[in-house]
């Protein structure tokens, strides 16, 4: 199964919408490809907040594969104050249960996933943007 997808600021949902594969944008972004990064996400607000919320739909998916969401405030919230230390546990732990046989998360790919979505999510607010993520798995 081919996923690609990326997380990314935008303005708002609106500006959101306009993303996807093959649709070219200037918006600071971190591509997420070979994962479920709503999957990742859950795991993710776990491990760093001790809580999961469900992300919010901004395309809702559909049969075509496609869908777009908001990252949960709480969660940006904890990437962008959390310590390198408590990063890496977190996207280790992630790449662990997440990894299936002929499907791994490389532990290494997945700190600097994690450590990219983080220095995104600690610039959202000076840039007065929201972090949101597309993906597509036909």
């Not at 303005?11 to 070219?24: E, I, K, L, Y």
């Not at 890496?88 to 997945?110: G, M, N």
Request: hydrophobic share 45%; glycine share 6%; charged share 25%.
């Amino acid at each position: 199964m081919v996923r690609v997808g990326e997380f990314f600021l935008a303005s708002n949902d609106a500006s959101a919408r306009r993303v996807g594969p093959g649709r070219d944008h200037d918006f600071p972004a971190v591509p997420c490809d070979d994962i479920y990064p709503d999957d990742a996400v859950r795991s993710w607000e776990a491990r760093l907040t001790g809580a999961v919320s469900t992300p919010r739909a901004v395309v809702p998916m559909a049969n075509d594969g496609f869908t777009v969401f908001a990252v949960p405030e709480q969660l940006c919230t904890a990437l962008a104050t959390a310590g390198e230390d408590r990063l890496r546990a977190a996207a280790l732990a992630w790449a662990e249960a997440a990894s299936e046989p002929d499907d791994e998360i490389p532990p290494d790919h997945a700190v600097d996933l994690v450590e990219r979505v983080s220095a995104l999510a600690g610039s959202r607010a000076e840039k007065h943007l929201d972090l949101y993520c597309w993906y597509f798995a036909p």
